[in-house]
Structures are given as structure tokens and as C-alpha cells.
């Protein structure tokens, strides 16, 4: 009996002692995508900028997109999707394999998002905006959902794949409102009630499948909101930002990444209390790393660049700068 103990006991030591991360190696390892304007190229390298590599070699790649170029999921299964302009391509970041041109719009190609299941693409297309195409990754029939949304507000989806919320004006008027749909556009419910009085805008889908962060400008400046997919239990989480913008849920959902007048910060989602932790240079997007040790920003130097940022402590350093703008970064954990 003794001897079993012992061993029991050996045993479960080796797995803490395997499972935990308490030291400066066991520091989130990973790697990450994003859009090189100098050579209109997509790359993958080390998040401390290292080993870096030209995955789309042949420089078609356009910067067009008004928000996300690259979308990525953390394992090995992740897909990016790109733009050359009118048409839309996947890269398989598993296997280093460029699909290329998967469909053509005919016109120019905005806020290409990947759903999380890897099943379908969704982007916005002009002249017009007044629909959302979601597209199969294999090429497969297209949905579109005809609801008319202002300044091309990219789609997110929920966890499980099966709808999206987007920021929607069905009124032709400043009227925008957060609705979510089916991914064929039936089944639109509204789950805000700004009634044209001010705006509600960037929704992101909780990574608990529970919540919807949006901004709204209900006061006289624009914080950070959410609801319950119902749009019932109505939470604040900033009431000091002056333009709230690029809000980002961490993988845990317990803290809210966004940026005001530049400016990056961190909130707990169970308070009210922002810390800014980054300021050095004027940021225009922030996401997470898959475990929410890193923050990814990307700022304006010369150009932009990106930057791993320390969410507790500030501290950060370079993953990708140089000549023309590095950006559209997310995070791949492996």
C-alpha cells in the first residue's frame, strides 16, 4: 500500500511539475501573421521577431482592408485569408500551403474574418456595403447577409461558429444598431436600443460565447459596453475614455484590451478601473496572444510597426518593424 502511495505520489509531482508555467521558460511561446506593405506579403516569425518567412512570395497581397487582412486561430489547423484586392486567398498555416484565389468579387475586398470552425470566410465587398458575403474556405456556396452596415464594421462570430453579430443600419440613416443573425442572415434580432440617438459599433463576440463587447457614444464620449447575446444585462466597463475604440476580449474574457486617443489599456471585466500600458507610439490595433500573457499592437512609427506588449507590467519589444507597415498581426500559439 505504501509503496503505491509512493508512487502515486511521485507521479502526480511529475505532472505539476510538467503542467505548470512558474518560471521565465515556461514564458507563452508562439508565432505570428501578419501583412508586410514593402513587399505586399504575408509572413510568419518567432513573436520576438526571429525566423521570419515570406509565406506569400509572389507580392499581390493588398493592404486594402480596412481592419483584419490575416485571421488566425491558435493550433496548428489555422488558416489566414487575404485579399489581392478583388479577390479573396487562403493560406494553410498547418501545412505552409498556399490555396490562392478561392473567389473573385469584383470589387474590392474589406474585413475578411475566418470563423472558428475554419469552415467559412466572411468580407464585405464595394461599390457597395450594404451586405455581408460569407464564403465556404473550400469555395463552396456563398450566404450574404443584406442588412446595410456602416463603415465597413467587420463581422465576429460567435464560438461555436453558428451566428454572427454585426453592426448593422437598416434605417439608411445614422441609426446603427448591434443584431445578430444566422450565418444565411435569418433569424436578425437587435440586442441594443440606441434608436438613432447615438452609436453603437464594434461588436465582438465573448470567447465564452456569452456576452457582446460593442463602444457606444451614449455619453458625450465614445467607452465600452457589453450585453448577454439576449441583449439583457447591460454592463459597463470604461466611463472615462474619450474614443474607445478596437475593443478585444481576452481568451479567458476576465480583461478588455482597448485603445483611447492611442493610447492601449487593460480592464478587468468585473470593474471599471482602465491601466494604460501602452503609450510610447500612437496605436492603431491591439489583440492577444492565445493565453493572454502578450498583447499584440500594432503603432505608428515611421511607419507601423508591431510590438509585443506585457499586459500587467507595460514592458514590451518589437516582433516586426523596418520599411513600410507591418501589420493585421495575430497570434499563433505553436
Same mark, same amino acid.
Not at 21 to 28: G, I, P, T, V, W
Not at 106 to 118: A, C, L
Given at each position: 500500500?505504501?509503496?503505491?502511495?509512493?508512487?502515486?505520489?511521485?507521479?502526480?509531482?511529475?505532472?505539476?511539475?510538467?503542467? #505548470?508555467?512558474?518560471?521565465?521558460?515556461?514564458?507563452?511561446?508562439?508565432?505570428?501573421?501578419?501583412?508586410?506593405?514593402?513587399?505586399?506579403?504575408?509572413?510568419?516569425?518567432?513573436?520576438?521577431?526571429?525566423?521570419?518567412?515570406?509565406?506569400?512570395?509572389?507580392?499581390?497581397?493588398?493592404?486594402?482592408?480596412?481592419?483584419?487582412?490575416?485571421?488566425?486561430?491558435?493550433?496548428?489547423?489555422?488558416?489566414?485569408?487575404?485579399?489581392?484586392?478583388?479577390?479573396?486567398?487562403?493560406?494553410?498555416?498547418?501545412?505552409? =500551403?498556399? /490555396?490562392?484565389?478561392?473567389?473573385?468579387?469584383?470589387?474590392?475586398?474589406?474585413?475578411?474574418?475566418?470563423?472558428?470552425?475554419?469552415?467559412?470566410?466572411? =468580407?464585405?465587398?464595394?461599390?457597395?456595403?450594404?451586405?455581408?458575403?460569407?464564403?465556404?474556405?473550400?469555395?463552396?456556396?456563398? /450566404?450574404?447577409?443584406? /442588412?446595410?452596415?456602416?463603415?465597413?464594421?467587420?463581422?465576429?462570430?460567435?464560438?461555436?461558429?453558428?451566428?454572427?453579430?454585426?453592426?448593422?443600419?437598416?434605417?439608411?440613416?445614422?441609426?446603427? &444598431?448591434?443584431?445578430?443573425?444566422?450565418?444565411?442572415?435569418?433569424?436578425?434580432?437587435?440586442?441594443?436600443?440606441?434608436?438613432?440617438?447615438?452609436?453603437?459599433? &464594434?461588436?465582438?463576440?465573448?470567447?465564452?460565447?456569452?456576452?457582446?463587447?460593442?463602444?457606444?457614444?451614449?455619453?458625450?464620449?465614445?467607452?465600452? /459596453?457589453?450585453?448577454?447575446?439576449?441583449?439583457?444585462?447591460?454592463?459597463?466597463?470604461?466611463?472615462?475614455?474619450?474614443?474607445?475604440?478596437?475593443?478585444?476580449?481576452?481568451?479567458?474574457?476576465?480583461?478588455?484590451?482597448?485603445?483611447?486617443?492611442?493610447?492601449? =489599456?487593460?480592464?478587468?471585466?468585473?470593474?471599471?478601473?482602465?491601466?494604460?500600458?501602452?503609450?510610447?507610439?500612437?496605436?492603431?490595433?491591439?489583440?492577444?496572444?492565445?493565453?493572454?500573457?502578450?498583447?499584440?499592437?500594432?503603432?505608428?512609427?515611421?511607419?507601423?510597426?508591431?510590438? #509585443?506588449?506585457?499586459?500587467?507590467?507595460?514592458?514590451?519589444?518589437?516582433?516586426?518593424?523596418?520599411?513600410?507597415?507591418?501589420?493585421?498581426?495575430?497570434?499563433?500559439?505553436?
Amino acid at each position: 500500500m505504501k509503496k503505491e502511495l509512493f508512487k502515486t505520489v511521485i507521479l502526480l509531482i511529475l505532472f505539476m511539475l510538467f503542467s #505548470c508555467r512558474e518560471s521565465a521558460d515556461d514564458e507563452e511561446k508562439g508565432r505570428i501573421v501578419y501583412f508586410d506593405s514593402n513587399t505586399s506579403n504575408l509572413y510568419i516569425a518567432d513573436h520576438d521577431g526571429n525566423n521570419s518567412y515570406n509565406l506569400t512570395s509572389s507580392g499581390i497581397v493588398t493592404s486594402a482592408a480596412a481592419h483584419s487582412l490575416v485571421n488566425s486561430f491558435a493550433d496548428k489547423n489555422a488558416i489566414a485569408a487575404y485579399t489581392t484586392g478583388t479577390e479573396l486567398g487562403i493560406y494553410d498555416l498547418g501545412s505552409f =500551403y498556399d /490555396y490562392g484565389v478561392i473567389v473573385n468579387a469584383g470589387s474590392t475586398i474589406y474585413n475578411i474574418t475566418v470563423s472558428p470552425d475554419r469552415q467559412y470566410i466572411a =468580407y464585405t465587398s464595394l461599390p457597395t456595403n450594404a451586405l455581408y458575403s460569407i464564403q465556404g474556405v473550400d469555395g463552396s456556396t456563398a /450566404y450574404s447577409v443584406n /442588412y446595410s452596415q456602416s463603415d465597413y464594421s467587420p463581422i465576429s462570430w460567435s464560438p461555436d461558429s453558428k451566428y454572427i453579430v454585426i453592426e448593422t443600419d437598416n434605417s439608411g440613416a445614422e441609426n446603427l &444598431e448591434i443584431r445578430i443573425s444566422n450565418l444565411d442572415g435569418s433569424s436578425i434580432r437587435q440586442i441594443t436600443n440606441a434608436g438613432g440617438l447615438y452609436n453603437v459599433r &464594434e461588436p465582438k463576440w465573448s470567447p465564452k460565447g456569452d456576452r457582446i463587447l460593442y463602444t457606444s457614444s451614449e455619453t458625450s464620449n465614445t467607452n465600452i /459596453y457589453s450585453v448577454k447575446t439576449d441583449g439583457s444585462d447591460l454592463k459597463v466597463h470604461t466611463t472615462t475614455a474619450i474614443s474607445a475604440t478596437e475593443p478585444a476580449w481576452s481568451p479567458n474574457a476576465d480583461r478588455i484590451a482597448y485603445i483611447d486617443n492611442s493610447v492601449v =489599456y487593460v480592464v478587468d471585466t468585473d470593474s471599471a478601473n482602465p491601466k494604460a500600458v501602452f503609450s510610447d507610439y500612437n496605436a492603431t490595433a491591439v489583440s492577444w496572444s492565445a493565453y493572454g500573457e502578450w498583447l499584440l499592437v500594432t503603432a505608428y512609427v515611421a511607419d507601423n510597426d508591431i510590438f #509585443c506588449v506585457d499586459p500587467e507590467s507595460g514592458n514590451y519589444f518589437t516582433a516586426a518593424g523596418g520599411a513600410g507597415d507591418q501589420m493585421y498581426a495575430k497570434w499563433l500559439a505553436y
